[in-house]
């Protein structure tokens, strides 16, 4: 066999090599933007109320899960803050009590959130969720299933107008007008589209049940 003819069939099995690469790179792309396509993420919720109390009573009600076990029939008893990063940030932990009657069982999230006051007022909460975080079990070891918040945030505005018409006259100082965005994604088995109605079932609760709380 020639030198040529040895550097043509080294050149041939170069090329069917890099073909074969070329090949099984396409594919794998292929899988992963399939993959990609087929993934259902969670639909982004957004709720506006307006509840005839200070911008201030509003947030505490929320902010502080201690109060917020009192009102919010969903959140479980084991619910706490885990730990505080400073004057504006904090760690927490929220355990829902499940919905549609056991369908959606126990889940509970981990939440990074961070609040800040603006100069009209108002005060905007921001959160997102995280899987794990030193100083909180797995999951599997506290019987839930582990969700996940994306990105998710209240706005605490106040307003003049009034829920209660009747109130007009007598509460001192603007109500407040939350405005809710959330963004959940409860893991486990159970199709997104019903989680989705579930969130959105539990956040139309909210206002009716803060409204009661705050004129105890």
Same mark, same amino acid.
């Given at each position: 066999v020639s030198q040529q003819q040895?550097?043509?069939?080294?050149?041939q099995r170069r090329l069917s090599s890099s073909s074969a690469n070329n090949a099984s790179s396409s594919d794998a792309g292929k899988k992963s933007s399939k993959k990609q396509k087929n993934k259902v993420f969670p639909a982004a919720i957004k709720l506006t109320a307006i509840i005839d109390a200070l911008p201030r009573e509003v947030f505490r009600a929320f902010h502080d899960l201690n109060v917020r076990k009192q009102w919010d029939k969903r959140m479980g008893h084991s619910s706490r803050r885990v730990?505080? +990063?400073?004057?504006? $940030?904090?760690v927490v932990y929220t355990c829902d009590k499940g919905a549609w009657k056991g369908l959606i069982s126990v889940r509970d999230f981990i939440d990074v959130r961070r609040w800040t006051v603006q100069a009209d007022g108002s005060i905007l909460l921001v959160y997102r969720g995280v899987r794990s975080y030193p100083g909180v079990a797995p999951s599997s070891a506290l019987g839930t299933v582990r969700g996940r918040n994306y990105t998710c945030g209240i706005l605490f505005q106040p307003v003049a107008e009034r829920h209660n018409k009747n109130?007009?006259?007598? +509460?001192?100082?603007? $109500?407040?007008?939350i405005t809710m965005l959330r963004q959940t994604q409860a893991g486990g088995w159970v199709p997104q589209a019903s989680v989705d109605k579930a969130v959105a079932t539990a956040m139309f609760e909210v206002p009716q049940q803060l409204r009661e709380f705050l004129r105890m």
């Open positions: 040895q550097q043509r069939r080294r050149r730990e505080v +990063l400073d004057d504006q $940030s904090d109130l007009a006259s007598s +509460l001192n100082g603007p $109500s407040c007008m």
